[in-house]
């Protein structure tokens, strides 16, 4: 398999479910990004992992907790979501390098999480 | 603060014809963009890029055009065909690691 994978790709949790988010990558890159898509609003980076090491945190609340075991592959643990936190994740890598440098992100298809 | 517009949130071209969509942004630090093609139940997929040392970038029948003095770059398709309809995020980055994007523009393109 190719490109950018995530599962699930629909999850429904309750607000007191604790759930997690996958995503792996076959690109061989070694940056790893955790995107949020709401209704009608731009892209919102959440986490940057950089050779397996987190290199942003957007101010996400922590009911939010991203992992990142090896280049290849990201968590985001869920628990005790509130049902604004309902929208369309995102996962993304990048080769990875040091700043300055200009590189494309690939996206996997999402997971739709709808928070009850 | 959003630093990446599309104020257009929807277009519909004709099949054939050309297709312009607009981005603009605010912070000059950008020094590439990026735009994105979406279709429903998929992620964002890479489409074109531009680093600011340039003023166009032209693939197939997609061009980016960039206009560093006016915050603004644009996406031409030409012909349009009716797979092209979906929607079309800009991006932009000063640092690999921080991309900003547009809210998305809907474009369809009618046979």
């Known amino acids: 398999e190719t490109g950018v994978t995530q599962t699930p790709r629909h999850l429904v949790m309750g607000m007191t479910n604790k759930k997690s988010l996958k995503c792996e990558q076959h690109?061989?890159?070694?940056?790893m990004y955790w995107y949020k898509q709401s209704a009608k609003k731009p892209l919102e980076l959440m986490f940057v992992y950089n050779f397996k090491e987190q290199t942003e945190n957007n101010s996400v609340p922590s009911r939010f907790s991203p992992e990142c075991p090896n280049s290849s592959h990201l968590f985001l643990h869920l628990h005790t979501l509130q049902p604004e936190d309902s929208a369309l994740y995102l996962c993304?890598?990048?080769?990875?390098?040091?700043?300055?440098?200009?590189?494309?992100?690939?996206f996997g298809p999402g997971t739709r999480l709808l928070v009850l | 603060d959003q630093q990446v517009k599309q104020n257009s949130p929807s277009l519909s071209v004709q099949e054939g014809r050309i297709s312009i969509l607009n981005c603009d942004y605010t912070?000059?630090?950008?020094?590439?963009f990026l735009w994105y093609k979406k279709y429903p139940a998929e992620g964002p997929t890479f489409l074109i890029s531009i680093s600011s040392i340039k003023d166009k970038n032209e693939d197939g029948r997609f061009t980016v055009f960039l206009n560093k003095s006016a915050k603004h770059l644009s996406l031409h398709i030409v012909p349009s065909q009716p797979g092209d309809s979906a929607v079309y995020f800009c991006?932009?980055?000063?640092?690999?690691?921080?991309?900003?994007f547009g809210a998305g523009t809907r474009l369809t393109v009618k046979p």
């Open positions: 993304a890598s990048s080769q990875g390098a040091g700043t300055g440098s200009q590189e494309t992100q690939y």
């Open positions: 690109l061989g890159h070694n940056a």
């Open positions: 991006a932009a980055s000063f640092d690999n690691n921080d991309m900003r």
């Open positions: 912070n000059s630090m950008f020094d590439y």
